[in-house]
Structure formats: C-alpha cells, structure tokens
C-alpha cells in the first residue's frame, strides 16, 4: 500500500493532528484495521491514538482518499469522537458492559 500525505494540520482545541492523505493498492479497497496500521507506521505514532475518519474510494481507480485524526491522548479520542466512531475502531464500550453496570 502507497500513502501519500496531502496535508498534515493540527488542531489544538482539539488536542489533534488531521491529516488528510492518498492510498494506492492492489485488487480491494483495504480494510480500515489495515489502513490503520499502515497509516500509525508511516507517521511514527501509536495505532491507538489514530482513527481513520473517512476512506473515499475513487471510481476506476486503484486509490483513495483518507481522513485520519491522530489524537495526543487516550482522554482526548474518547471525549471528543463519536461512539459509533470508537465502535468502528473497537474502542469503544461494548452494550453488555454498559448493561451489566446499569444492573449493579
């Protein structure tokens, strides 16, 4: 996989980087587990302050377009993202947790 930044902008209100880069790959489009690993390699941080945002696939092309927001700390991602967000990442608490400590 080919990963090419297009722009690298930091956020600090929001204690966060957002890059916004360009995938190439062979045959499917990769799964967003494999982009983040790949993505957390190349900019040297760790796979579980990154989260992939959005990949937007080109039409006839074997390339993609990625939003990734690489976080400074663990409490930052967590308050700041989405639930279904942090679910897609596995980051997020899972209902039969949630349920069990409503019964407590």
Do not use: Q
């Amino acid at each position: 996989m080919d990963i090419y930044i297009n722009n690298d902008e930091h956020k600090p209100l929001l204690h966060r980087r957002e890059i916004k880069a360009r995938i190439g790959f062979e045959g499917v489009t990769p799964k967003r587990e494999e982009v983040r690993k790949e993505m957390a390699h190349k900019l040297k941080v760790k796979e579980e302050l990154l989260l992939i945002n959005r990949i937007y696939t080109e039409n006839g092309e074997r390339a993609a377009k990625v939003i990734v927001h690489v976080y400074e700390d663990e409490k930052f991602l967590k308050g700041t993202e989405y639930e279904f967000t942090l679910k897609k990442h596995g980051l997020g608490e899972k209902k039969e947790a949630k349920a069990e400590e409503k019964k407590e």
